[in-house]
């Protein structure tokens, strides 16, 4: 009986570490239309102070205007998407015009960035979107949890919409555009670290859930594959 107590014992002890690591939640926070002169360097202080790496998707006329705000966020660590260079909506688009769209941006870049998703503006998407995207070798990222962050000043609404609606494996879609959305997504980041969750870049999440991306192929969340 005391060889089975202890027997029992070990598998408890055993089982909570594993058990642990099962549950570890993860989530990636997306900001789109930066760089923003007035307010990434804001947010980028925000994300230093807690250790925390997120996914910016910028814009090429952005990167002309900031290219150190730019240059900042690659030396930071965090990860760099395509959101076009005009910002114009990418779907209705010839080919060409999406391609160049992405070639002008990356020519702005900084050395040795070289970014595998594209966000099309609005997340507006087509054939062309696709093809493109598939003949440079970029995946589409798209989103799980919009708080709508840019059409309010209410930083408590957006902090509820994605606190109510974050679960692992998802993708939050910000912008780091104005005073209410970078104090709402550094509290959201205060608040996902309480409930333990690994906030990390989108890459990065793609990487945990062992999904290798696939260009031209768009991606909104990676959950778990039981779940
Ligand atoms: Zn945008």
Same mark, same amino acid.
């Given at each position: 009986m005391r060889r089975i107590l202890a027997a029992l014992l070990c598998l408890g002890f055993l089982a909570f570490p594993v058990r642990g690591a099962e549950e570890q939640k993860y989530v990636a926070l997306t900001f789109d239309d930066g760089p923003s002169g007035k307010y990434t360097h804001?947010?980028? #202080? /925000?994300?230093?102070?807690? /250790? @925390?790496?997120?996914?910016?998707?910028?814009? $090429? &006329?952005? +990167?002309?205007? &900031?290219?150190?705000?730019?240059?900042?966020?690659? #030396?930071?660590?965090?990860?760099?998407?395509?959101? $076009? &260079?005009?910002?114009k909506n990418m779907k209705d688009m010839s080919r060409r015009d999406?391609?160049?769209? +992405?070639? #002008?941006?990356?020519?702005?870049?900084?050395? $040795?960035?070289?970014?595998?998703?594209?966000?099309?503006? $609005? /997340?507006?998407?087509?054939? /062309?979107?696709?093809? @493109?995207?598939?003949?440079?070798?970029?995946? +589409?990222?798209?989103?799980?949890v919009d708080p709508r962050d840019w059409a309010t000043h209410d930083t408590a609404a957006i902090e509820q919409s994605v606190l109510k609606n974050v679960d692992d494996g998802d993708i939050v879609l910000l912008h780091d555009m104005t005073t209410s959305s970078v104090k709402a997504a550094l509290d959201i980041v205060d608040a996902l670290l309480e409930q333990n969750f690994r906030i990390v870049t989108v890459s990065e999440l793609a990487k945990t859930r062992g999904v290798s991306l696939k260009p031209g192929k768009t991606y909104a969340c990676f959950p778990k594959k039981d779940r």
């Open positions: 804001q947010l980028l #202080d /925000g994300l230093y102070d807690r /250790g @925390v790496k997120a996914t910016f998707l910028l814009c $090429g &006329y952005r +990167i002309k205007d &900031y290219p150190d705000i730019t240059q900042r966020i690659f #030396d930071e660590g965090h990860e760099i998407g395509f959101h $076009g &260079y005009s910002h999406i391609a160049a769209e +992405i070639i #002008d941006t990356q020519a702005m870049l900084p050395e $040795g960035c070289k970014p595998v998703f594209l966000r099309p503006p $609005g /997340g507006c998407c087509g054939d /062309g979107v696709r093809q @493109v995207a598939e003949a440079r070798g970029l995946a +589409i990222l798209s989103w799980s």
